[in-house]
């Protein structure tokens, strides 16, 4: 099979199920950006340290997988990948609670960064952020969507801002602490 189609050499793609979309379609931006916030996981798995998290994070890229299948799906037409389901956002839940508790109290604004597996947490929360706001977007055109996966992605990004911290102490590296123009 080849890879290329060349169908979309002229700004269109399709979905499964049918129907051509212009790449820049809310819905294409959507699942583009839940594969790129995929990728940015995928790197951000080589260097984790916290071998307690591998479980969580291959699940949250198989979530994302079938999140970005159900978005490139042309609405109303049946599909077989799973969906996210409440039990998903509870196991989020239940790993932003637990790696919290051995974290000191955030008592400041942090930037991102510190170490180089730090900084891509953050940007793998910073990529599921944007991915959250094109899912909201395509959800207010009335477009037909399961609303647990906008629940799952904002507790996404709760969870890579956690681990971001979780990371940072494992590593033993200092939080950089925003300091405004007061510098307080």
Same mark, same amino acid.
Request: hydrophobic share 35%.
């Given at each position: 099979?080849?890879?290329?189609?060349?169908?979309?050499?002229?700004? @269109?793609?399709?979905?499964?199920?049918?129907?051509?979309?212009?790449?820049?379609?809310? +819905?294409?931006?959507?699942?583009?950006?839940?594969? !790129?916030?995929?990728s940015?996981?995928?790197?951000?798995?080589?260097?984790?340290?916290?071998?307690? *998290? !591998?479980?969580?994070?291959?699940?949250? *890229?198989?979530?994302?997988?079938?999140?970005?299948?159900?978005?490139?799906?042309?609405?109303?037409?049946?599909?077989?990948?799973?969906?996210v389901?409440?039990? #998903?956002?509870?196991?989020?839940?239940?790993?932003?609670? +637990?790696? @919290? *508790?051995?974290?000191?109290?955030?008592?400041?604004?942090?930037?991102?960064?510190? #170490?180089?597996?730090?900084?891509?947490?953050?940007?793998?929360?910073?990529?599921?952020?944007?991915?959250?706001r +094109?899912?909201?977007?395509?959800?207010? *055109?009335k477009? !037909?969507?399961?609303?647990?996966?906008?629940?799952?992605?904002?507790?996404? @990004?709760?969870?890579?801002?956690?681990?971001?911290?979780?990371?940072?102490?494992?590593?033993?590296?200092?939080?950089?602490?925003?300091?405004?123009? @007061?510098?307080?």
């Amino acid at each position: 099979m080849k890879i290329y189609t060349k169908k979309g050499d002229t700004g @269109s793609t399709s979905l499964y199920g049918g129907g051509s979309y212009l790449k820049d379609d809310i +819905r294409i931006e959507a699942y583009g950006t839940v594969d !790129e916030l995929n990728s940015f996981l995928g790197a951000l798995m080589v260097d984790n340290p916290l071998s307690d *998290q !591998e479980a969580t994070l291959t699940f949250i *890229q198989n979530m994302l997988f079938n999140i970005g299948a159900n978005l490139a799906t042309r609405p109303g037409v049946a599909v077989s990948m799973e969906g996210v389901n409440e039990e #998903d956002i509870l196991n989020l839940e239940n790993q932003i609670d +637990r790696l @919290s *508790q051995d974290l000191p109290e955030l008592k400041h604004f942090i930037l991102p960064g510190g #170490d180089r597996t730090v900084a891509t947490c953050h940007v793998c929360r910073t990529v599921c952020r944007r991915a959250e706001r +094109r899912v909201v977007t395509l959800h207010r *055109q009335k477009e !037909e969507l399961d609303e647990n996966v906008i629940k799952f992605l904002n507790r996404l @990004s709760d969870y890579l801002f956690i681990l971001a911290r979780a990371i940072a102490k494992f590593n033993k590296t200092p939080e950089v602490k925003w300091i405004g123009r @007061s510098g307080k």
